[in-house]
Nanobody
Framework: QLQASGGGLVQAGGSLRLSCAAS????????MGWFRQAPGKERESVAA????????EYADSVKGRFTISRDNAKNTLYLQMNSLRPEDTAVYYC???????????????????WGQGTQVTVSS
């Protein structure tokens, strides 16, 4: 089970840190990802991280602004979002993909468990 938190309303240029708490004993073996869905748009991958954190992937639109990380001892995934823009407004979801982490980490079809989402709103 995944529980995302940390969303909110922030002005453009501001920062937010999302967290995703996972239950169970398998968190440290799973690839984890952040996805987002804006109104009227399809869900898109934002960032992903391999089970040990050695591999990360980012959408071009967030590279250099967002950082994904994980603490396997705490069963928690993070997304640090800096220099936020109005176009980052969306519901953000965390998700888990079982091993092995072959190929792209960002393919949503590989993710089998999804959190409930947290709203991020960036005002201009």
């Amino acid at each position: 089970q995944l529980q995302a938190s940390g969303g909110g309303l922030v002005q453009a240029g501001g920062s937010l840190r999302l967290s995703c708490a996972a239950s169970g004993r398998t968190f440290s073996t799973y690839t984890m990802g952040w996805f987002r869905q804006a109104p009227g748009k399809e869900r898109e991958s934002v960032a992903a991280i391999s089970y040990a954190g050695r591999r990360t992937e980012y959408a071009d639109s967030v590279k250099g602004r967002f950082t994904i990380s994980r603490d396997n001892a705490k069963n928690t995934l993070y997304l640090q979002m800096n220099s936020l823009r109005p176009e980052d407004t969306a519901v953000y979801y965390c998700a888990a993909s079982p091993p092995p982490p072959i190929g792209s980490l960002s393919d949503p079809k590989k993710y089998i468990s999804w959190g409930q989402g947290t709203q991020v709103t960036v005002s201009s």
